[in-house]
Every structure is written in C-alpha cells, then in structure tokens.
C-alpha cells in the first residue's frame, strides 16, 4: 500500500489525531476518501475515454486500405455523358 508500512500508518495516524483530534478525525477521514474516490473515478474515465479514441485510431482505414484508383470528377462525368449520348441512335 504505498511503500507505508503498518509502523509509518500508526505514526500517521497518531499525528492526525493530535493535529486534528478525535472528534474531528472520521470527518475528515470520510472527506479524504471521497476525494480519492472522485480522484480513481476521474482517472477511470480519462483512461476510458483514451482507450476509445485508441480503438477509433487504429480501425480507421490506412491510406494502403484506401481504394488507389481515382473516382471522376463531375466534369470528367459530363464529358462522359455528352459523347454517350451522342453516339446513341434514337430509333422509334
């Protein structure tokens, strides 16, 4: 637990009860664990929240995975269209 060894525990805790006293010492020791529970909740989600923003990096397609073969502009697309379309027949 830390390195703190049950005799550096007993001395912590003789000294908060001189410094703080005995009526105040639950209230305080109460104070001390939420905060290191808010703290171990805060770290939770920051963790979580880099892990998802890990799996979105690395499923994301790679510029190997990306298609090579160029898509047509829309000019390209309307030249192509114009000379389909002239060399069709219109037979009734």
Do not use: C, Y
């Not at 912590?12 to 010492?25: D, E, H, N, S, W």
């Not at 998802?52 to 829309?74: C, G, L, N, Q, Y």
């Not at 030249?79 to 037979?91: L, P, V, Y």
């Amino acid at each position: 637990m830390f390195g703190i060894g049950m005799p550096e525990l007993l001395v912590i805790l003789v000294i908060a009860l001189i410094f703080i006293g005995p009526g105040k010492l639950p209230e305080v020791a109460r104070s001390l664990g939420r905060g290191m529970r808010e703290f171990r909740r805060a770290s939770h989600d920051i963790k979580k929240t880099f892990d998802i923003e890990a799996e979105v990096i690395t499923e994301s397609p790679t510029p190997e995975k990306v298609s090579a073969t160029p898509r047509e502009t829309t000019e390209e697309q309307a030249t192509a269209q114009t000379t389909d379309n002239k060399g069709e027949s219109h037979h009734a």
